[in-house]
């Protein structure tokens, strides 16, 4: 680190312990004018208040604590500074070593990790190959895949590691994340397109249309929406939301049931990605929508995304049989 940051660090923590030895030297003297024990000249909710000292055991605790701060910094290292301390301790060898035995040491632990990344991966790689190869060594079709009872168990576990966070343990996400166990797919449900999701991402956006629909528009297209999923609405509001629809069409449809190619939503249905009140779909029309699902390919590999998407897509088998 360099002397201007270790300097900094300094003065910051010699700053806060003299600071507190100050105002604690200001609060122990007496500058009233009052007595101590004696009642001082001002009263609060018919309450007055004696000039009585803090307590010596209070003071002289706080004292103690100050003492040991300030001897504390002068004996151990100071974190993230050069200053090693006068008992030169360290909790590790490192702080005993050059910069240039540092920087060597810390390549020998990305190194090591490296290293157990690719024994992890020597280990369990031939169970992931042997479960989405054939014998030809080519890539197995992903619904027999979903067929095999060992490889949906392992589709499973990497499931859990990488993707519950946002869609859940049990796969039926959240509010702005799809649940994966329905028939409901944006982009398409078959197995080959679950697994083009996991290799390279999507990005989902549904631009504001508040400037250009106004809020009357709003209103109106939202009634329209709500009735295409059977809801109660003001049919006028409806008849005259179905009419600005068209604006909404090139991407849903013009019967709203949505578009695979563009990942826009079916509306005639009752799954609703971000809710699917009244308030929640005019603030989707207002306001726009912007998703994005993560590329897996350079972080999982193709072999691990072909176990999660065969998982994926046999939970929405079983939500169809």
Same mark, same amino acid.
């Given at each position: 680190m360099s002397i201007f940051w270790t300097l900094w660090i300094t003065i910051i923590t010699l700053t806060v312990i003299i600071g507190c030895a100050v105002l604690l030297r200001a609060t122990t003297k007496n500058n009233t004018g009052v007595e101590e024990g004696q009642p001082m000249p001002h009263t609060y909710d018919g309450i007055q208040e004696l000039n009585n000292p803090l307590p010596k055991w209070w003071v002289g605790l706080f004292w103690f604590t100050i003492v040991i701060a300030l001897l504390y910094s002068i004996m %151990?290292? $100071?974190?993230?500074?050069? @200053? #090693?301390?006068?008992?030169? @301790?360290?909790?590790? =060898?490192? /702080?005993?070593?050059?910069?240039?035995?540092?920087? =060597?040491?810390a390549k020998t632990s990305q190194s090591q990790y490296q290293r157990e990344m690719n024994a992890a991966e020597e280990k369990y790689g031939a169970v992931f190959k042997q479960l989405t190869y054939d014998e030809n060594g080519v890539y197995k079709d992903l619904t027999l895949v979903a067929q095999d009872s060992e490889a949906i168990k392992v589709g499973q576990r990497l499931y859990?590691? #990488?993707? &519950? !966070?946002?869609?859940? /343990?049990?796969?039926?996400?959240s509010t702005g994340f799809p649940n994966l166990t329905d028939n409901? @797919? *944006?982009y398409g449900g078959d197995?080959? $397109?679950?697994?083009? $999701?996991?290799?390279?991402?999507?990005k989902g956006a549904m631009p504001a249309w508040a400037d250009i629909l106004g809020e !009357?528009?709003?209103?109106?297209?939202?009634?329209?929406?709500?009735?295409? &999923?059977?809801?109660?609405?003001?049919? *006028? =509001?409806?008849?005259a939301g179905k009419e600005r %629809?068209?604006?909404?069409?090139?991407c849903?449809?013009?019967?709203?049931k949505g578009m695979h190619a563009v990942g826009a939503p079916n509306l005639t249905d009752t799954i609703w990605l971000y809710g699917g009140s009244r308030k929640a779909v005019e603030a989707t029309l207002r306001n726009g929508r912007n998703g994005v699902m993560p590329a897996w390919k350079d972080v999982l590999g193709e072999d691990k995304i072909n176990l999660i998407s065969a998982y994926v897509y046999s939970l929405s088998q079983q939500d169809s049989q």
């Open positions: %151990f290292p $100071t974190y993230g500074s050069n @200053w #090693n301390g006068l008992l030169n @301790w360290s909790s590790s =060898e490192q /702080s005993t070593l050059t910069r240039q035995e540092r920087n =060597e040491l859990l590691q #990488n993707c &519950s !966070q946002c869609h859940g /343990s049990d796969a039926r996400g409901d @797919w *944006l197995a080959d $397109t679950i697994k083009l $999701t996991l290799m390279h991402g999507r !009357q528009g709003i209103k109106e297209v939202t009634s329209y929406v709500l009735q295409l &999923s059977g809801r109660r609405v003001d049919l *006028l =509001e409806a008849k %629809f068209v604006v909404c069409s090139a849903h449809g013009a019967d709203g």
